[in-house]
């Protein structure tokens, strides 16, 4: 009976809705937009009540986020578009040869994205006050025009941001700049869960957010795609045109196209007399941002930027003295996604040719890259490319000739099997941005890094081609299917790839004990080089159902174990030599708090929980020294700010606990808090203090015109950019890798060369940047400087690693320096 009552309500409620008008968001949510943060639950349920309610709007989930809120989009077009719609998703995808077979579209497709950085919160609110003016005002633009509106792109960051603010803020709000409300707690709302800048993430894909994403946008592939943002309180507004530097790809269609959408928001601005900015500041070269991203796949990719952001509350003086409030910042937001839909839909035919002109790519210089090396590190470079969808192939027995990245000139690669990923694919173009050994830059004055070529991120040997490579073979990846052998000595396998850590991590957390070689051997005829991992029966005779549980680990990694009969080694050290080590199952420590770097903090988080799969225990800076760090056997301390906190007593606490044979890394800038610091066996660079010394006494230096000061300063800069660093191969540090490494240099600093320990790591007397920008005083000052290095403190030791190899995520070469310092180097006790 209640079933029945409850039925007829619904079906009486349905009616009036029909019947009436749509509700607004103030309808529904019963507040006017703008004057409360909406929870982001809140905003699913306006968005899921509008697409049962009205016919022109369909809305579904495409995923979820690391705190299980849903990620969603709405698709928002006529009901006929609707009714058609996978007919203008295919004509579109097959306009441009993604899909096969002919069409003529007569459709734009407009992507809007909004809330991207979690605390720049003003755009998710906009998001519904655009979808209602959509289906109600400004229905006559969606007659031949698709709108696709994500509402939040990063769920949990905007919670963070939300929930804090609405605990914290005065009522009424409080204006004042001094206000707490204005000032967000560490780590702030603008990343996800595991604290990474979401709009950094598009070409690397490493969060669930984002690989979730591509899987819609790939369906889609849009016209235009808008990445909703907000900037510092005082900066009004910034949209589209674009600032340089534009990388070269971009064609001049897409700079016009970005140009009249620009000129359409000014005319709405200049109406209301709103101020704004463009061509300022935000360019387009790294390919890893939702205006980029996009381009590069062939859309008019832009950002737009409200002045607001964790800062502004609902309502905040700016230093010009009048009051920026969310009311104003969602009105903003509302006319330039209304306006780019209208020049969407008033610019079909263009939008359509031009667009399908861009997938053709017959006149790229490289036509294909041909790589080859560790297969696993093929494998995970295939993964990447498949979240992309883009296309590649194998090829067997052969020689590649063109630009050789191992000589950074022209040479040759002679190969048995190679992957091969072409230009001759429509989405040749973002291969090309990819993989390209450096890209054009006609200003280095840039918003990001400036270089991430692929090859070197991957560390596989790779040559690009001028002409076309035939990829016909097949992939080589094999499958291993070890089998248990009760009565061998153990098991061996390799040690050079991330697969290799995560196995070994996976025995550690299954109680299995391992050891590892520092000398190469041969068993029964077989070379295995350092680093191999040695799991012997002996090791682990008290584990029941030993064999069964190792192969069955190994089998879940897909890793090649070798059975060994003896101990006994054919040459080198047999399994009980000391040059075969236990591993101990490290109990590892990671600082995180207001000092640290919360990107850099994240990255590592997320790279022991989510890739390597092996314990943590994050402890923040605030109680850190009154923890008993006897509990831990490492511990990291990502990049971050430490000067002021390392003082005397914590720094002494940290020494005596490494003389007794404690192994503490420092990532980043947290190694300058140990440069010059008593102790610790480290300084920064001799020559790049006396080099900037030395200018600060030249005149030149000091008449620099004022116009000539941004050019100028870059002189100092490094941007990013890719440089060959020697390796010493016969440190545990750098087990698996080759005497060369490529390592992404974020900045200019430099240390010199560790005395008491060993550089493991390090760039010798010619600094040799492969790619990207470095200013040559900067580059100058890397003369003899460490990369990465081991300084030996009593019983224990420092790592410093002064390039961050888990930086995003995405230099997927140099996470196994990570894994080598925490379970190999100094392997001096064994806990029981
Ligand atoms: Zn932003």
Redesign the pocket.
């Known amino acids: 009976m209640i079933k029945k009552i409850t039925l007829t309500l619904t079906l009486l409620f349905t009616f009036v809705l029909t019947a009436q008008s749509l509700k607004s968001p103030a309808e529904f949510l019963g507040y006017e937009i703008g004057t409360q943060f909406s929870r982001h639950a809140d905003v699913v349920r306006y968005f899921e009540y509008v697409a049962q309610n009205s016919d022109w709007v369909t809305y579904q989930e495409y995923g979820k986020t690391n705190e299980r809120r849903p990620l969603t989009y709405a698709v928002v077009t006529t009901p006929e578009n609707l009714a058609n719609l996978e007919t203008i998703r295919t004509n579109q995808l097959k306009n441009v040869g993604i899909v096969s077979g002919d069409s003529t579209p007569d459709k734009a497709i407009v992507w809007l994205s909004y809330n ?2 979690g605390n ?1 919160a003003s755009s998710t609110e906009a998001s519904m006050a655009t979808l209602y003016e959509l289906i109600t005002t400004k229905k006559d633009w969606l007659k031949n025009t698709v709108v696709i509106i994500d509402p939040c792109v990063n769920p949990d960051g905007r919670d963070r941001y939300a929930n804090w603010y609405n605990q914290v803020k005065a009522t009424p709000h409080d204006k004042s700049q001094d206000a707490a409300e204005h000032h967000e707690p560490w780590p702030g709302g603008r990343p996800n869960h595991y604290l990474f800048d979401l ?1 950094r993430d598009w070409a690397w894909a490493t969060q669930i957010e984002t690989q979730q994403r591509l899987k819609v946008y790939n369906k889609w592939m849009p016209h235009v795609h808008v990445d909703f ?2 900037q510092g309180i005082n900066e009004p507004y910034y949209f589209a045109p674009a600032a340089e530097p534009f990388h070269e790809i971009i064609t001049d269609w897409q700079s016009e196209f970005q140009n009249a959408i620009g000129k359409n928001n000014a005319k709405y601005f200049d109406e209301k007399g709103w101020l704004f900015f463009t061509k300022e500041r935000f360019d387009l070269l790294y390919p890893s941002y939702g205006d980029t991203y996009p381009m590069y796949m062939g859309a008019i990719g832009m950002t737009f ?1 409200q002045a607001g952001h964790g800062r502004a509350g609902l309502g905040i003086n700016t230093d010009e003295g009048f009051e920026l409030t969310l009311v104003d910042r969602v009105a903003h937001h509302k006319t330039t996604g209304l306006s780019t839909v209208e020049v969407a839909s008033k610019n079909i035919d263009r939008l359509n040719t031009e667009y399908k002109k861009y997938f053709q790519n017959s006149d790229l210089k490289y036509k294909s890259y041909v790589l080859k090396g560790n297969p696993d590190k093929l494998a995970a470079l295939a993964e990447l490319l498949d979240k992309h969808e883009i296309k590649y192939g194998y090829a067997d027995n052969g020689k590649a000739s063109g630009f050789s990245y191992a000589k950074n000139d022209s040479g040759s690669m002679e190969y048995e099997h190679a992957m091969v990923v072409s230009t001759d694919q429509p989405k040749g173009k973002m291969v090309k941005v990819l993989f390209e050994p450096n890209a054009k830059l006609n200003t280095p004055i840039t918003y990001d890094i400036t270089a991430w070529s692929l090859p070197e991120a991957y560390g596989l040997e790779t040559v690009a081609t001028t002409s076309l490579v035939t990829a016909n073979a097949t992939n080589q990846t094999p499958v291993y299917n070890n089998v248990a052998d009760s009565n061998s000595a153990g098991y061996i396998t390799k040690w050079d790839s991330m697969k290799d850590a995560e196995f070994l991590a996976d025995l550690l957390n299954n109680d299995i004990k391992v050891r590892f070689t520092e000398k190469p051997f041969k068993n029964a005829g077989v070379d295995y080089g350092r680093g191999s991992l040695i799991i012997t029966k002996s090791d682990n005779r008290k584990l029941e159902g030993f064999d069964n549980t190792v192969i069955q680990i190994a089998n879940k990694h897909n890793r090649k174990l070798a059975t060994a009969a003896s101990s006994f080694a054919t040459s080198g050290p047999d399994f009980g030599s000391p040059d075969i080590k236990l591993i101990n199952k490290q109990r590892v420590a990671l600082l995180k708090g207001d000092q640290v770097s919360s990107l850099s903090y994240g990255a590592t988080w997320f790279f022991f929980e989510q890739q390597l799969k092996y314990p943590v225990t994050s402890i923040n800076t605030d109680y850190f020294d009154r923890i008993n760090l006897d509990d831990y056997d490492v511990i990291i301390m990502p990049s971050g700010y430490y000067n002021g906190y390392l003082n005397n007593k914590l720094s002494d606490k940290i020494k005596s606990w490494v003389q007794s044979g404690g192994k503490l890394i420092a990532i980043g800038n947290a190694v300058s808090a140990f440069a010059g610091k008593d102790g610790f066996g480290l300084s920064k660079n001799e020559d790049a203090s006396a080099k900037k010394d030395k200018d600060s006494t030249n005149v030149e230096e000091k008449l620099i015109p004022y116009a000539s000061r941004e050019e100028e300063s870059v002189k100092d800069f490094i941007t990013g950019s890719i440089f060959k660093t020697k390796v010493d191969s016969t440190n545990p540090m750098a087990f698996g890798y080759e005497d060369t490494y490529y390592s992404l240099k974020l900045g200019d600093d430099s240390f010199s060369l560790i005395d008491n320990g060993y550089n493991v790591a390090y760039i010798g007397e010619t600094p040799e940047n492969v790619s990207g920008f470095a200013g040559a005083d900067a580059k100058a000052g890397l003369k003899n400087s460490l990369v990465f290095g081991e300084a030996r403190l009593g019983s224990g030791s420092i790592i410093y690693m002064v390039d961050d190899p888990l930086f995003r995520s995405f230099w997927q070469n140099g996470k196994l320096f990570v894994v080598n310092s925490v379970f190999f180097v100094n392997n001096n006790k064994f806990r029981l």
């Open positions: 991207v950085h720049e709009n943002h907000e930027e």
